[in-house]
């Protein structure tokens, strides 16, 4: 099989890996990559968001399969376009990416589904937002409408700060504060079939006891020893099923990775968003103990044939990975500063560029991420930050509390 792999950061790199440890992979494409991918392969150079450009390297890299990690291109149509070529491609086409593209498309399908979510309302100017955010009151959890990155949340006890969100982004949906701990679950779907994963949490906020502006992600680890035993069941029962078949209802059926964002409420999971691809920074940690060939589980998906697909295989023990941010991350990331010590097993590339004469430098907000596995979760961190703990890199800041609660069994279900 050969694979065309769209995009360039951490979560592409922990799929580029896991695609390259599948037997039935005789060559991967990435586009444009990043210098960590490169090392299982070929960078070409793309524009993600351009759907004609996308499909044509696909014909001419002659793909059998092309995985979509990032969403803009999702959104943009990128799937759509692959598939008129008559290419498999892991990824909902632009209609049923709308459940990550629009806040307001995504509640409107949980409502229509029955999906336990928090209450929200769509607000297009100052008078709708302050209707809300009395209406809710603090926590106020105000989101942009539209793409952001990760970084489109703002969660705040301060109504000035909410009120200024709001007026940033334009349309926003401002929502009732879910409490509760926080999972990510992510579900391979052929648009019927559907496989979870192994549920993860992430970090968002940029500092340590989750203080700090929310980022793309600092920080992530699975398995959970906290979480309820039934909640994967629950959730495919309660949430995914119902919302594969309000997007078949509706004609655009969703086929590729379907992310669900859970807060575990007192009165059960409850979804904060949708995603309608790979999470990062969950992916490196969720695939570290994946077992079974991706590239099989992934072209089931894109042909629809994951309803034959064997049941997953994972490893024992737990993983953990560990952001490594640049200075100024995230309001204002430094780049171009030398980086060594990356060049290890375990190093994921995020945000890298690599100098004609081999020099390794930063690129991005987040840079690198150490992924490490472990007998225990208390294991797989502690290898996690010694992965950490060799990366030079002037400036660069990272959160040293993951996973350290679940470690510690400081998680608890409120009641």
């Not at 399969?65 to 008559?86: F, M, N, S, T």
């Not at 171009?336 to 430098?361: E, K, P, Q, S």
Request: hydrophobic fraction near 45%.
């Amino acid at each position: 099989m050969r694979v065309l792999l769209v995009g360039g950061g951490g979560r592409e790199h922990a799929l580029a890996l896991g695609l390259a440890g599948d037997p039935a992979v005789e060559a991967i494409v990435a586009a444009p990559g990043n210098p960590g991918i490169a090392g299982v392969a070929e960078l070409r150079e793309v524009t993600a968001t351009d759907p004609a450009a996308v499909a044509a390297l696909a014909v001419e890299t002659a793909a059998d399969l092309v995985v979509i990690g990032p969403e803009a291109p999702l959104v943009a149509g990128v799937a759509d376009a692959v598939r008129a070529k008559g290419i498999a491609v892991f990824g909902p086409g632009a209609d049923a990416a709308r459940l990550e593209g629009s806040k307001t498309f995504a509640k409107d399908v949980m409502t229509a589904a029955g999906v336990p979510t928090a209450r929200a309302y769509t607000c297009d100017d100052a008078a709708a937002v302050a209707h809300a955010l009395d209406e809710f009151g603090a926590p106020y959890v105000v989101k942009d409408d539209g793409l952001a990155a990760g970084k489109g949340v703002v969660v705040t006890d301060d109504r000035a700060v909410a009120q200024r969100h709001a007026a940033e982004c334009g349309r926003v949906v401002i929502e009732e504060y879910l409490s509760g701990p926080e999972v990510s679950l992510f579900v391979v779907t052929d648009g019927e079939a559907a496989l979870p994963l192994l549920p993860a949490q992430d970090f968002k906020r940029v500092g340590d006891g989750d203080t700090g502006p929310n980022t793309g992600g600092m920080g992530a680890y699975t398995p959970l020893p906290w979480a309820p035993p039934n909640l994967v069941d629950d959730v495919m029962r309660d949430v995914v099923h119902p919302t594969l078949a309000e997007m078949r209802r509706r004609g655009t059926p969703f086929a590729g990775l379907l992310y669900v964002g859970l807060a575990i409420t007192p009165s059960g999971p409850r979804v904060i968003e949708f995603n309608a691809r790979f999470g990062d920074p969950e992916t490196q940690a969720v695939l570290a103990l994946l077992e079974t060939p991706l590239a099989g589980l992934l072209h089931a998906a894109a042909t629809g044939t994951l309803g034959a697909h064997p049941p997953l295989r994972w490893r024992d023990g737990a993983a953990v990975a560990v952001v490594v941010a640049a200075d100024g991350y995230p309001a204002g990331p430094r780049t171009g500063d030398v980086i060594t010590g990356a060049d290890r097993a375990g190093i994921i590339h995020a945000g890298t560029r690599r100098d004609a004469d081999g020099t390794l430098r930063s690129a991005g907000g987040r840079v690198l991420c150490g992924t490490a596995t472990g007998p225990d979760l208390a294991a797989a961190r502690d290898a996690a930050y010694r992965l950490v703990d060799g990366v030079a890199l002037a400036g660069a800041h990272h959160r040293t509390d993951i996973a350290a609660a679940a470690v510690d069994g400081r998680i608890t279900i409120p009641s």
